[in-house]
């Protein structure tokens, strides 16, 4: 099969329709999309991508109003309405108990709670309003690898796997979405640290806090919580932030990212700096996956990656990079 790309959304619209599987632009990364509804468009997904079937999938909606058709809105904590008002649309997705009888438990992997997301990017937001349906639409990646962030980022991964890559150019934001489920009290939870930093939901619900107990439970209770994923085929190792630490490397085998400047001793041309001189956390983000693409495919025997500071949208970095290194 050829993959198309293209901003056809007419086209876009139909193969979804027709349980094909497409992949979109967000904000934050690239999705590889499917009827939400369908088994048959959830069981491509899951096998295009090699995704356990453990790992609940995120349904995307145009709009906060369309989640009343699948969402038990009474049992909806206030926080979490707080939440849609002041993020969405926007890179957050919140864990809501779900209707069972209209969400299908592939998607939520038979938990009770359904994640869902009302992403911003314009072209994808154009597409789910041309559809009747939601679309599930986790990372356009092999399970476990860098997440695509760029259209060339799918094609090099997924293509001759999908019909049609709806082209909306490099992503805004750059990591994945902030994912929030809710306490014994409906007091916001932060499941997975993203693009939406913990002291932004604070502003809104200051309540909120991360979660601190370590993911064993099968199924995952959130997208996102596997102990290892993000990850290039080079081995990963960290060091930092700064260059405390740093570990004995090969010249001649070794690549680097780095947070402001190029770590003495290595080739520049075996570098990339997130953010040159600034420390801009938000350009970081912006720019982590496609440098990790951009290291993986030099052929190196290994990738050193520098620790961000650990503070706002350094503790969702940091949680990427120490995922991302954790493969064996």
């Not at 709806?166 to 994945?176: M, V």
């Not at 806090?209 to 995952?220: D, F, G, I, L, V």
């Amino acid at each position: 099969m050829d993959t198309l790309l293209g901003t056809d959304l007419a086209h876009a619209a139909a193969l979804l329709r027709a349980g094909e599987l497409v992949a979109i632009p967000t904000e934050t990364v690239y999705g590889l999309a499917g009827h939400g509804l369908r088994e048959d468009s959830l069981r491509r997904i899951f096998a295009v991508k090699g995704r356990p079937l453990t790992n609940p999938l995120i349904l995307h909606f145009a709009s906060v109003e369309q989640l009343p058709s699948y969402v038990r809105m009474a049992a909806v904590p206030a926080a979490a309405h707080r939440l849609l008002a002041a993020f969405s649309p926007g890179p957050l997705t919140l864990l809501l108990p779900r209707e069972p009888a209209v969400v299908p438990d592939l998607v939520t992997a038979g938990l009770p709670d359904v994640a869902v997301r009302i992403p911003a990017h314009a072209l994808v937001q154009d597409l789910l309003r041309r559809l009747d349906f939601p679309l599930a639409a986790p990372s356009a990646n092999p399970f476990g690898y860098i997440s695509p962030t760029r259209p060339a980022h799918v094609l090099s991964q997924l293509g001759g796997h999908i019909p049609y890559l709806l082209d909306g150019g490099a992503c805004q934001a750059g990591i994945e979405s902030t994912v929030v489920g809710f306490g014994p009290a409906g007091e916001p939870v932060v499941y997975r640290p993203g693009a939406i930093s913990l002291e932004m939901l604070q502003a809104v619900v200051p309540a909120t806090r991360m979660r601190t107990a370590p993911e064993k439970a099968r199924p995952a209770a959130s997208p996102g919580l596997l102990p290892y994923h993000y990850s290039p085929h080079t081995p990963l190792q960290l060091f930092g932030p700064g260059h405390a630490a740093l570990p004995p490397f090969d010249m001649a085998t070794t690549g680097a990212l780095a947070f402001r400047e190029l770590l003495p001793g290595l080739p520049a041309a075996q570098q990339i700096v997130l953010s040159p001189g600034r420390g801009d956390l938000a350009e970081a983000a912006h720019g982590l996956y496609a440098a990790l693409h951009q290291l993986d495919a030099l052929g190196l025997q290994l990738l050193l990656a520098e620790r961000l500071p650990n503070t706002s949208l350094g503790l969702a970095l940091n949680e990427r990079l120490e995922k991302a290194a954790a493969r064996k």
